[in-house]
């Protein structure tokens, strides 16, 4: 090392001090970089699906660096619906009142039950 500082005439403290500034971003590059082709080759995939693939390539990463990155470059999967609308209200069928809608409670045990009616398609 010694050697290639004195043929470029740098000295080793300021070869160090250059490499250790960029290193880090080499290296956070080439990271997003197999993040983004992992996330677009598997859309379905999250973050700990991505740090798992990643440890199965060798990389050392912790998920929430992989979640940062993915949050970063807007590659998180989209979510599926997790529950089905059942409430229809442009329909042709009758609408009835609310019977107690301005009905004025003066005592306790006075309503006791609500009906929702559920009609499937």
């Given at each position: 090392?010694?050697?290639?500082?004195?043929?470029?005439?740098?000295?080793?403290?300021?070869?160090?001090?250059?490499?250790?500034?960029?290193?880090?971003?080499?290296?956070?590059?080439?990271l997003r970089?197999?993040?983004?082709?992992?996330?677009?080759?598997?859309?379905?995939?999250?973050?700990?699906?991505?740090?798992?693939?990643?440890?199965?390539?060798?990389?050392?990463?912790?998920?929430?660096?992989?979640?940062?990155?993915?949050?970063?470059?807007?590659?998180?999967?989209?979510?599926?619906?997790?529950?089905?609308?059942?409430?229809?209200?442009?329909?042709?069928?009758?609408?009835?009142?609310n019977l107690?809608?301005?009905?004025?409670?003066?005592?306790?045990?006075?309503?006791?039950?609500?009906?929702?009616?559920?009609?499937?398609?």
């Amino acid at each position: 090392m010694q050697e290639a500082c004195t043929a470029a005439q740098v000295s080793r403290v300021s070869y160090y001090r250059y490499f250790d500034e960029h290193a880090p971003r080499q290296a956070e590059t080439e990271l997003r970089d197999r993040i983004q082709r992992i996330a677009l080759e598997n859309r379905c995939y999250g973050y700990r699906r991505v740090a798992a693939d990643l440890r199965l390539q060798g990389i050392v990463v912790n998920h929430k660096r992989v979640l940062r990155v993915m949050r970063e470059d807007n590659l998180l999967s989209l979510r599926k619906r997790k529950f089905v609308v059942t409430t229809d209200s442009s329909h042709e069928r009758p609408v009835y009142p609310n019977l107690i809608a301005g009905f004025a409670l003066m005592a306790p045990n006075q309503v006791w039950v609500a009906d929702i009616t559920y009609m499937r398609r």
